[in-house]
């Protein structure tokens, strides 16, 4: 079972940026598909982006040309750059990590943008 670790969220105001990360142990992450999930207050937890073992990268069309979603293998690592940041990108952030029907998320981490 993989261990996932997520850090860098915080209070940002909008129009800033913030980089989270996602530290894995237990085995590789090569294989799997990654991604990055958010739940805002009072909403369902939904999909921001995902990559693939490949480096192929899907956007939720909220986040598209504001996020960036990346990984390092040799780190054991997957990053979500976000720019541009609105108020209503706050939320707590999850790491995820799928293959088939396994899946594997982290605690989250809280982002708040705001004045």
């Known amino acids: 079972q993989v261990q996932l670790v997520e850090s860098g969220g915080g209070l940002v105001p909008p129009g800033g940026s913030l980089r989270l990360s996602c530290a894995a142990s237990g085995r590789s992450l090569a294989i799997y598909v990654l991604g990055w999930y958010r739940q805002a207050p009072g909403k369902q937890r939904e999909l921001v982006a995902t990559i693939t073992r490949g480096s192929d990268r899907n956007y939720a069309e909220f986040v598209k040309g504001r996020f960036t979603i990346s990984r390092d293998n040799a780190k054991n690592t997957v990053y979500l750059q976000m720019d541009s940041l609105k108020p209503e990108d706050t939320a707590v952030y999850y790491c995820?990590?799928?293959?088939?029907?396994?899946?594997?998320w982290g605690q989250g981490t809280l982002v708040t943008v705001s004045s």
């Open positions: 995820n990590v799928a293959l088939g029907g396994f899946n594997a």
